[in-house]
């Protein structure tokens, strides 16, 4: 990996992805792999003060070379060849199939009612677009570059579904009057100049119980400042060559934006490729987790998994339930471990809550089933976490003979 430190050596490496780029798109971001820059300064304190974003501005024109607008974000493309074959067709198996991984993981956590209105932020070649659109929903497209408009539209036209298509930037949110039951923001948030005036638009123009969807956007626990600038070797060529803001986030600190926003997320990572994530935001003033028994993300060593439930009958000394490894920002919370009622606990065990592989803990209890409400039997454990954490279990270690039927876990902040 090469480490860049001056302006005229990344434009040496920038020519190299001209050429690249010739060859094919595959050279290309093999070329992107074997660069980046180094930019480390010393950052005002506060991610969320004045100060840090205009240092994070003047790190933008010092890489681009021009005065940020949102006119910088338009592309220059041939829209008849995009007709036919948009991104991510670019004849590269590995690019398609990145990108479609990326895009199905999404629509695979959006949860919404037949013909919900979605508004489709910087949707680009439309890709998110026409799926929704395909899927029955009532879409609009919202994206800054008139190509982009246009091609959508004809995409449309071809695939003979209906699309609203708006030619404007982000803050058009703002002004609409319309209410939308989900927001996507599929690999565009980043490219957003003032991210947090943008999250705090989201909330009001949802409908009542509405979601923002981020797909596919670079947050990252590797990300080696709050938010900023991303200096990867794809990023300084968007940068560089097209003026485009490339921002990346810390998983903590997007938590605290979007909690500054009103609103609140859960984390859904892909089992089959980790990188792959989807961020599901709603409008709320405290985080709660619940996950059913039936929910893979919790497991049980001593018990068995019936009727959607983890069912506990005499069985040995062990962990009954443990999971479900949930992302929880810092702060106080109480966490709940449900049984059904028709099926009464009993026996005894401890209670505990940890994260890190159980490198972590914080809170344990004893309990006895005999205690506990029968109106709905529950245990329940208070905890705290002084800083965000990634992975968030509750576990249940059952005495031998334990009884009882889990039905659900509850994490909520206190």
């Avoid at 909690?259 to 989807?278: E, K, M, N, Y």
């Amino acid at each position: 990996m090469r480490l860049l430190t001056s302006l005229d050596e990344l434009d040496e490496v920038l020519a190299e992805c001209e050429r690249a780029a010739q060859v094919s798109d595959d050279e290309l971001r093999r070329v992107f792999q074997t660069f980046r820059m180094d930019v480390s300064a010393q950052l005002p304190a506060d991610p969320f003060s004045a100060e840090y974003a205009e240092a994070q501005m003047a790190l933008y024109q010092r890489i681009a070379g021009r005065h940020y607008t949102t006119s910088n974000e338009e592309s220059n493309f041939d829209l008849e060849s995009a007709v036919a074959r948009p991104f991510p067709y670019t004849s590269s198996c590995q690019i398609a199939g990145a990108y479609l991984s990326s895009m199905g993981f999404l629509l695979r956590n959006m949860h919404l009612r037949p013909g919900a209105r979605v508004l489709d932020t910087g949707p680009g070649w439309g890709n998110t677009t026409l799926a929704l659109a395909q899927l029955g929903f009532e879409v609009t497209a919202l994206d800054i570059e008139p190509r982009f408009c246009e091609l959508i539209r004809r995409r449309a036209l071809q695939l003979g579904v209906e699309v609203e298509v708006v030619n404007s930037d982000f803050f058009w949110i703002e002004r609409v009057a319309d209410r939308f039951d989900a927001i996507v923001t599929f690999e565009c948030f980043h490219h957003c100049a003032d991210h947090q005036r943008l999250l705090r638009a989201f909330g009001p123009a949802l409908a009542p119980g509405g979601h923002v969807y981020f797909g596919a956007e670079p947050i990252t626990a590797d990300f080696p400042v709050p938010w900023g600038l991303r200096t990867d070797g794809e990023s300084l060529w968007a940068i560089r060559r097209n003026g485009w803001f490339e921002l990346g986030f810390q998983p903590g600190y997007f938590r605290r934006v979007l909690r500054r926003a009103g609103l609140i997320a859960q984390r859904h990572t892909s089992a089959d490729v980790p990188w792959i994530s989807v961020w599901d935001a709603k409008v709320g003033v405290s985080e709660t987790v619940q996950i059913a028994a039936s929910d893979p993300r919790l497991a049980t060593l001593t018990g068995i998994r019936e009727n959607g439930a983890i069912r506990l009958h005499n069985g040995p000394a062990g962990y009954a339930l443990y999971g479900p490894y949930v992302p929880l920002p810092e702060g106080r919370y109480l966490g709940r471990v449900y049984f059904r009622r028709d099926l009464p606990p009993k026996g005894s065990g401890v209670i505990d809550v940890c994260a890190d592989a159980a490198r972590k803990f914080f809170g344990q209890m004893p309990f006895d089933a005999a205690t506990l409400p029968p109106e709905e039997p529950c245990v329940q454990i208070a905890f705290a976490l002084d800083a965000d954490q990634e992975d968030v279990q509750i576990r249940l270690y059952c005495a031998e003979g334990f009884s009882g039927c889990v039905e659900r876990v509850e994490l909520v902040e206190l």
